[in-house]
């Protein structure tokens, strides 16, 4: 076994690490650096923060989230079959649409169950 084929890999890593760090160092020493007590000051939201950073959240927010993030994954499996369309066969076309069915079943109950309703 050879150093040689592992050139590519580290040129690779190497390049990588270059495209990520170069423009930062570029930014950090060629760019303007007026700090003033406007730029220091925490920002949120386009108003001062007027709570502790610890404040406790109302859950539903967290549920929304959830949600969110669950139907939003649901519908990224739908891209790999769109691509492999021909390519399933009634099979997998059928087991696309059990799939959708279930995933509009779950939103009909969390619509029913409101949890989608922000008061």
């Known amino acids: 076994m050879t150093l040689d084929s592992y050139l590519p890999v ?3 890593i190497l390049v990588g690490i270059a495209v990520g760090v170069a423009p930062q ?6 760019g303007p650096n007026r700090p003033d007590a406007a730029k220091n000051s925490p920002y949120e939201c386009g108003f001062e923060a007027f709570e502790n950073a610890r404040m406790q959240f109302d859950v539903r927010y967290y549920l929304v989230a959830i949600l969110f993030i669950l139907f939003d994954l649901e519908i990224a499996f ?3 079959w ?6 399933v ?7 696309a649409v059990v799939f959708l069915a279930i995933l509009v079943v779950g939103f009909a109950y969390e619509w029913k169950k409101g949890a989608l309703d922000w008061e």
């Open 25 to 30: 160092v570029l930014g950090y020493v060629l």
């Open 78 to 80: 739908l891209f790999p």
């Open 10 to 12: 580290l040129l690779f």
């Open 82 to 87: 769109a691509v492999a369309f021909k390519e």
């Open 89 to 95: 066969g009634p099979l997998g076309f059928w087991a």
